[in-house]
C-alpha cells in the first residue's frame, strides 16, 4: 500500500512539474458593469465570439484566451486595469477601452510597455494624437477602428445646417473626454457653416434633474438641442425637455444610439437624431455571416452599437498575430512579440465586415464613414437617414 501511495504521488508530482500550457491573451478592457455595462458587455462577447472561432479553427499553434476586465466606465480604474493588464506576461493585446476618458489614461500604460491597443469604440482624437506630441515617450502602439469625434460633430452639424436647414442651437455636454470632445467639434462646425450658438453647457455624469437648464435653454427659443455624452443623460434630457413642453429637435452622437435609450426616455425618445460611426451593422453586407453566428452563440442578447467593432477589432489582432507567432516558441519572449505585433498592426490591410481597415500613421481608421439616424420608439429602433 505504501509503494502504490507512493508511485500515485510520484506520478502526481511530476504531472505538475510538467510544461505549462502555451497561451496567448488578448486583455478586453471595457465597463462590465453599471450604466455602461451592457454596451461593454456586448463588445465582450464579440471579443470571445472572434477568439473562439480562432480557437475552433486550429489556426494558431497555442492556445487563445480572453482576459476580461471592469473599468466601470470609469478613468481611474481603467489605468488600475491597464496596470493589471501589463502585469500579465500573457498579454498580447488588448480591445479596450469603450469610454475615451478610459481609454486616454490606460493607453499611457500601455506605451511603457508597447502592448498593442486597438479601441472599439473611444472616439475622442487625443487618443492617438497623443502619439505624435513631443511628450510621449513609448512607441506608436494605439490604433481604433472608429471614426474620431471631429468626423462625428462635423458631420452632424453640415446635415443639421444644410439638410435639415435648422440656424439656432443650444449645446450641451456630460463633461468628458468623449462627451465634450464631441460637442466642441459639433460647436465648431456649426459655427463655420453659418449657425448659431445659443448657449454651451455642461452637465455632470450621474446627474438626474435638468430641468432648470432645460428651462432656461426652452428661453432661449432654439431650432434644436445638440448633446455630447451617453445615452442615460439623453434620455432624461429628452424625458424632461418634453415634460417642460420644450418641442425641438434633439441630437446626439454614438455614445446614445442603444436602445438602452428607450429604457430611460420612454415615448420621448421618438424622432431624436443620433449619429452612429460607420454603417449600422444589420445594414453592413458583410456582417450578416457575424450576426448571424453572434446570435446562434448569444440567442438571447441584443447587437449593441459597437459589438461588431469589438468583433472587427479583435480579427485585425487576429490576423497580425498569425503573422508574427508562426510556431509556440514565439510565445517565449512576449515582449518581442508584443513588438512585432505592433509593427504589423501598422501596415494593417484587414478585409473585414467594415470593408478594408488600414491605419493612418496615429493609428486611426482611414474608414470615415457616419450615419445619421433617427429613434423609432414604437420598435425600438434607429433608422438610417442618411
Known sequence: MKIALSLILAVLAAAGCGPREKVARIAAAMPLTGDMGTEGQGVLRAVELAVAEANVS???PFKLEVRALDDRADPKEA???????VSDSRVIAVVGHYN????IPASQVYSRVGLPMISP?????????QQLDSGWTGVRNIFRVVPTDDIQGSFSADFIYQKLKLRRFAVLHDKTPY???????FQKRFLEDGGKVLSFDGVSVGDRDFKALLTRIKALNPDGVYFGGLYTETGLLLKQARELGLAVRFFSGDGSKTTGLFDVAGPAADGAYLTI???PVEYLAGARDFIQKYHQRYPAMELKPF????????NIILEGLAAVAPSPDSLAAIPALRAALVRKLRDTRYTGLLGVTTFDEKGDTLNKIITMTQARYHDRSFEPLQ
Open 58 to 60: 486550429k489556426r494558431f
Open 79 to 85: 489605468v488600475n486595469v491597464a496596470n493589471l493588464i
Open 100 to 103: 475615451s476618458g478610459c481609454s
Open 121 to 129: 469604440a473611444s472616439t475622442n482624437p487625443k487618443l492617438t494624437q
Open 179 to 185: 462627451g465634450q470632445g464631441l460637442a466642441e467639434q
Open 277 to 279: 460611426t460607420g454603417i
Open 307 to 314: 459589438d461588431h467593432f469589438g468583433y472587427e477589432a479583435t
